[in-house]
Each structure stands twice: as C-alpha cells, then as structure tokens.
C-alpha cells in the first residue's frame, strides 16, 4: 500500500529511528486500497499517570472522514465561526464567552448534523481502567496459569466492574483511591527497578484492604488477589528486563479498540491519528494487528480477514491534515461532557451533551454499558 509514508519532515515533532516509516504528510484520501479514512485524537491525556489527575477521563474523538472531504467543513467551520487566526482549528476556539461559536459546532454534531453519523467518541475511565488491570495483570495471569480463561463471559470485565462500583463502599473512599494509586505505581514503566512499589508494598495495600471490606463480593476479590504475589514479581522482572508497551498506557489499547470498532462498522479502514511519542513505529505494527481480533465463542478472539482488516495506521500533525482538527474538535467535546458528568462545573458540556451523548461509543472503558448516562451531571 502505497500512503506516502516516512518521515514528516520538519512538521513533525518527532524524531529518531522509532518513527521513521509510519508519519504521513500527503493528504488523506479513501480508494480501493485504504478503504475509509478514521482520524483520531484524544483529550484528557496523561500517559500513565491515571490518578490523581485534572481529568478523570481520557476521551478519544474520531471521525470517518478524509483529508479532502474534512478541508471544506473545516473552512465552513471557520467561517461560521468567525475564526481568522490561527489557521489549525482547535476545540479551545469554540468555548469561553463565544457561545455562539460553540453552537456552530453543536450544530454540525447533534442528530441530523454534517457530521453526525460519521463521528464517534471513545471514553476512558481513568480509574475503571486500573481497577481493570488490577484483574489482567493479577488475578487473569494466575487464572492462566492454572488452566482458566477468566475472559470468557466476560468474567474478567464483571470482575473489575465489581471492585470498582462496589469498591468505594467496601473499603471507604480513602482507602479505594490508596489502592488505586498503588496498583498505578506498582504498575507503570518508572517503576521498573521497584522504587516505587515493590511487590511487599503492593501486597500490603491488598491486605490492607482485604482486612477492611465489609462487602462480600469485593472480599472475595480481594481475597483472590492476595494469592497473586508470584504473578506480582514476574510483571515486575518483565517490566526490568524488556522493553514491552507500556501496561499502563491506556491510549494503545484505546486505539486499537477506536480501529477495530470502525472496520466492524466500515469494513476496509485506515486510521490517521495525531501523534504522540507513544506511538512508536513498532507500536503501530502492533496496534494494527490486533486490531483485526474480534471476539468470539468462549471468550476466544478469532482474527478477521479481507474486508474486516484495517490496511494501516499512520500518524500526522494535525495543521496538516484538517480530519485530525475535526477529530480534536470531536474530543475536546466529548472531554467537556465527561467533565460535566465527573461534577466539574462545564457550561460547554452542558452546551454539548445533547449532541455529543448519541456518539459514545457502547464499547467505551467505562463501569457500565449505558453510554447515556453521561447526560447526567456530577454522577461519576
């Protein structure tokens, strides 16, 4: 496939010989080959650092539109907008005392909107997604060793629902939040010769906090975990002695997700997102090939071919390439929402709700399967 890939020259922030083959600068067209183009970008980003953050979601906005298709919306944008200066449109341009510039936008996302039906937003409990990888990377591998696959049913998923939703309760608040910022410092790459959390440190907090539930279905959990502490120190010599993705950094599985959903949708895809340093070359070969599992009987995944394949995953500057601004404009949107919904007072999301709700994505991070509660305020 030929999509005018290598280096971005001097647009690019990045350097180096990990992004070397995946940078694109021409613009983005849907063929035969590509199939349909996917921007993507995110807001409400903090790497690894999931707690104790301003934003409690991370929010991925993506949009099935080309380069060449988004370069008229983008100028109408502009235009209807009153925006002169600068030439990249950001989601910051449209909020403040402009009201009138943020109903431009609303107008182009609520139902029957321009872009309506081709936009998605993808979000990302911060600390739903620990709580989830406190199941994975504990009690899943110790299930796996012994034989199970606590993925089939979705066990593993009800799991971590559980220690979240009913978490706070069992334990008290503080000792919740204690818990979870462990479990990210025991977890994340500066971690990796054990100075923040070694495996005692861990289990303490684990014990600690099996001592103190007081509900059923969180002690018998947490009562599974303490029985991890082999699985404990073998992440932790992996995380030493190897140069793996980073566990806790939710964007490269929150990609993959965004991917494979559209081609579930789209059939034949490519993928444009904004980069970030985390998204090495290598990472995208990754990203890319997962990307094509879907989940099947018993919990297994089962790889699909031919139309359901994304061909590639590349990424660009967003002056560059006007579908990555409408992408931003998607997740910056979709932040102010989540914000509101977390109790962070947002007249922008209280602006946007009634457009922005009917585009989350049923297959988001989050600690349940009803995307429309995020049109409720302060209920995170």
Not at 127 to 154: M, Q, S, T
Not at 193 to 198: A, E, H, P, R
Not at 254 to 273: E, F, Q, T
Request: glycine share 10%; charged share 25%; proline share 5%.
């Amino acid at each position: 496939m030929n999509d005018d890939e290598g280096p971005a020259g001097g647009a690019s922030s990045l350097t180096g010989p990990a992004y070397v083959r995946h940078s694109r600068t021409a613009a983005t067209e849907d063929d035969e080959v590509s199939g349909r183009w996917i921007a993507v970008d995110e807001s409400g980003w903090d790497g690894e650092q999931l707690y104790g953050r301003s934003d409690r979601h991370l929010v991925l906005g993506s949009i099935a539109i080309d380069d060449i298709s988004a370069a008229p919306i983008v100028e109408r944008l502009r235009r209807d907008a009153g925006l002169t200066q600068p030439p990249e449109l950001k989601f910051g341009q449209f909020t403040g005392t402009r009201r009138d510039r943020l109903a431009v936008l609303v107008d182009l996302l609520k139902p029957g909107g321009v872009l309506a039906d081709k936009a998605s937003v993808f979000m990302v409990d911060k600390h739903y997604f620990v709580a989830g990888k406190i199941i994975d990377l504990l009690l899943e591998e110790h299930a796996f060793n012994l034989g199970h696959n606590l993925h089939a049913g979705r066990f593993a998923r009800e799991l971590a629902r559980t220690l979240f939703n009913e978490g706070p309760r069992a334990l008290g608040q503080d000792c919740f939040n204690r818990l979870i910022a462990t479990v990210v410092n025991f977890a994340s790459m500066r971690n990796r010769d054990g100075s923040q959390v070694n495996v005692d440190g861990l289990f303490d907090e684990i014990d600690r906090a099996w001592a103190q539930s007081h509900r059923r279905r969180v002690t018998a959990i947490l009562f599974d975990l303490r029985t991890t502490r082999l699985e404990a120190a073998s992440y932790l010599h992996a995380l030493r002695d190897s140069d793996p993705i980073p566990t806790m950094e939710p964007l490269i599985p929150c990609l993959n997700g965004v991917v494979g959903d559209w081609s579930a949708k789209l059939g034949r895809v490519s993928a444009l997102v904004d980069e970030q340093k985390v998204f090495t070359d290598e990472r995208l070969d990754q990203i890319l090939a997962v990307s094509s599992w879907r989940p099947g009987p018993s919990g297994r995944y089962i790889r699909m071919g031919g139309d359901q394949a994304a061909r590639a995953i590349v990424r660009g500057v967003s002056r560059e390439h006007p579908s990555i601004q409408l992408a931003d404009l998607v997740a910056g949107a979709g932040r102010e929402v989540a914000r509101r919904h977390a109790g962070i007072p947002s007249p922008a999301g209280e602006q946007l709700r009634n457009a922005i709700v009917p585009l989350i994505n049923e297959h988001s991070m989050v600690p349940h399967d009803e995307p429309g509660r995020f049109a409720n305020a302060g209920t995170a």
